[in-house]
């Protein structure tokens, strides 16, 4: 039998927390809750900001589509980890395991990606703001769109296609709640570290260059609030990049700390936590953290929770 038919027959074992089943409980409550929150949040952020004409502007299509994109990767993860959380099959077949991989790598980079365009939004709209709405036209956003998924679906396709031709050796356990790039690498029964620098290499394109970009443009930023006379004009600057940098540094943080460091120099429950924190913890706060600094949006969503409570007292 071919070394990797054993798990394409099959499939793999999700190990996740089984060894600490009280703490599976505790999560299984935990990842529900906050679950519920990034599906409430932002499809909220969605629905209001095309309901409000005000907020018919670049910057919050490229919202829109961060919330569509949180929501599209949550639900990839979320419910099979809830499964693997509550009972006791472990199992994930070979073709969810594969298509999850393939999702979650390909969600996860378009997230690199289209934080760098949101930053270059944000250094239009503050270092050239009556250029603004002639350089961000529709055509481009939806262009800049289009390139972020398509560059991300070809890094996916060979990351992960790289990783499943990986010899296992009849290995189908997977010291993880979810088929993750990591955790599959582990169980290869060959020396892994040129795949690992290949990685390493790709992960710098994909997380680092797009990083890079966002610094560049908040460095132009900082120095274009610096000049601005009006109080006013740098607070309100602030309060909306403010938005923008903290879901930056939540995600790159976590999402390098996980990817480009050393092989195996985590602890298998630290690299869980970690993966927890970014799959499920960063989605539920994007929401929260772009409408309590934003007023605009703010003022969306009072108007949509108005609507939507005069809708019902109409029923009844």
């Given amino acids: 039998m071919n070394q990797n038919n054993y798990s394409s027959l099959h499939g793999f074992i999700l190990l996740g927390f089984s060894d600490h089943p009280k703490l599976e409980m505790v999560l299984s409550g935990v990842v529900t809750i906050f679950y519920l929150i990034t599906l409430v949040g932002n499809t909220a952020i969605i629905v209001a900001s095309l309901l409000d004409s005000h907020l018919h502007t670049p910057m919050y299509f490229l919202l829109r589509n961060l919330s569509f994109l949180d929501l599209c990767f949550t639900t990839s993860i979320i419910p099979q980890m809830l499964v693997n959380l509550w009972g006791p099959d472990k199992t994930i077949s070979y073709v969810g395991c594969v298509i999850q991989l393939y999702v979650q790598m390909w969600l996860g980079s378009i997230e690199c990606l289209l934080l760098a365009v949101m930053s270059y939004d944000r250094f239009i709209a503050i270092c050239k703001p ?167 949006m703010k003022d969306a969503l009072k108007k949509l929770v108005r609507v939507a409570y005069e809708s019902t007292k109409m029923k009844r």
């Fill in 130 to 296: 009556l250029h603004y709405l002639v350089i961000m036209n529709p055509h481009l956003c939806l262009n800049m769109i289009i390139m972020v998924w398509g560059i991300s679906l070809a890094c996916s396709v060979v990351l992960c296609t790289l990783t499943l031709n990986l010899p296992r050796c009849g290995n189908n356990l997977l010291d993880h709640f979810l088929c993750e790039l990591p955790a599959l690498v582990k169980i290869a029964c060959i020396d892994t570290t040129t795949f690992e620098l290949s990685v390493f290499a790709l992960g710098i394109v994909v997380v680092l260059t797009p990083l890079l970009l966002i610094l560049i443009s908040y460095g132009y930023i900082a120095q274009a609030v610096l000049r601005m006379k009006s109080k006013a004009g740098q607070r309100k600057a602030i309060n909306t990049c403010g938005s923008h940098l903290t879901v930056v540094s939540i995600f790159y943080g976590t999402i390098i700390y996980m990817y480009l460091q050393p092989g195996n120099s985590a602890s298998k429950d630290h690299g869980k936590f970690l993966t927890l924190f970014y799959t499920i913890i960063t989605p539920s706060l994007n929401p929260l953290i772009y409408t309590l600094r934003n007023k605009d």
